[in-house]
């Protein structure tokens, strides 16, 4: 079975420009069922991996390179969101707010509309502690605009606003697959990762050359955008800066996070598929590297270094 990877790599944050792209680091102890992955460390050092699968799996480790250790389920009987897929959910991303983490979650089925973003809290983030807090009211129906998949929190003290409005921020109509956002602030500029093409099913259907999952950047110095890439050109008009391909043994890169780690700093982690053990839709790992942010803007954009269920990547500023 195929080995759907992000294996952690500590690399150090470079200041310029690598010309080659890192390989993944040694991962120890259960480095699979890791695809779309979300990770945080707790204040007494441990760190919790969440995943895609298992009702949103939980591995935990005393490092980022091991060993992890799968510990259960988030949400063993599922969400309480009335939709398809309730049972099997996407996407986590977690944070910590105050005195309680987050984890916000996708619940839909593939190539559907019919989708909503939920949310689940906990003090701890242990195995059984979780509370399903249901739906964030961010849901989408066939026919819209966006697909309501692949949440991810970012929290601005300003302006004060019930409800936080949709934002499109990148678009391409000429290749559209395209998921995953994740917003990261790094000095002046709002960094935005999101995967680009084909994820899954390379056993039954391999894309073209290029076409396959890879992470795409653009900055801005606003969390909403106007994001921009290397060369100047609008997230929104088929812009994006190609950050990590496929690349020797490593294939589809994707489902990809930035966490501001203590001991390596920003650390940019992702799922990719393993070419040594085959192509099939299996065993995730994750792979982890610190990127460069000499930025995705007009002049500068180096940096080092599931599923394709969405045609348009929209962002649900959340304001407090």
Not at 40 to 69: C, E, M, N, Q, V
Not at 223 to 245: M, Q
């Amino acid at each position: 079975m195929v080995k759907l990877s992000t294996l952690f790599g500590a690399v150090a944050l470079l200041p310029a420009l690598v010309s080659a792209y890192a390989q993944p680091e040694a991962c120890s102890g259960t480095c699979t069922n890791s695809h779309d992955p979300s990770i945080i460390r707790r204040s007494d050092g441990t760190y919790f991996r969440f995943s895609t699968g298992g009702k949103i799996a939980i591995h935990t480790a005393p490092s980022l390179t091991g060993p992890w250790t799968y510990k259960g389920s988030l949400l063993p009987s599922g969400s309480s969101i009335n939709l398809a897929g309730n049972k099997d959910l996407w996407a986590p991303d977690v944070s910590q707010q105050g005195n309680y983490f987050y984890v916000y979650y996708s619940v839909s089925t593939f190539g559907v509309q019919n989708s909503a973003i939920g949310v689940a809290r906990s003090t701890s983030m242990d195995v059984g502690t979780w509370t399903d807090l249901g739906s964030t009211g961010v849901t989408s129906s066939t026919g819209m605009a966006y697909n309501a998949i692949d949440g991810n929190l970012r929290v601005r003290v300003t302006p004060t606003q019930k409800n936080g409005d949709v934002y499109q921020v990148a678009f391409d109509s000429s290749d559209p697959a395209m998921e995953g956002p994740y917003v990261f602030k790094y000095g002046s500029y709002y960094y935005l990762f999101f995967s680009k093409g084909q994820c899954c099913g390379y056993d039954q259907s391999k894309p073209a050359s290029g076409k396959e999952y890879r992470i795409m950047a653009c900055r801005s110095t606003s969390a909403v955008g106007p994001f921009v890439d290397k060369a100047g050109k609008s997230c929104r008009s088929g812009g994006g800066t190609l950050v990590l391909p496929s690349h020797d043994w490593v294939y589809g890169p994707g489902g990809q996070g930035v966490y501001q780690d203590p001991t390596y700093g920003p650390v940019l982690y992702y799922h990719y598929v393993d070419t040594r053990i085959g192509y099939a839709d299996g065993v995730p790992e994750t792979n982890m590297e610190a990127p460069e942010f000499e930025a995705a803007t007009a002049n500068q954009m180096d940096t080092n270094a599931g599923r394709s269920r969405s045609d348009q990547i929209h962002q649900r500023a959340v304001h407090q």
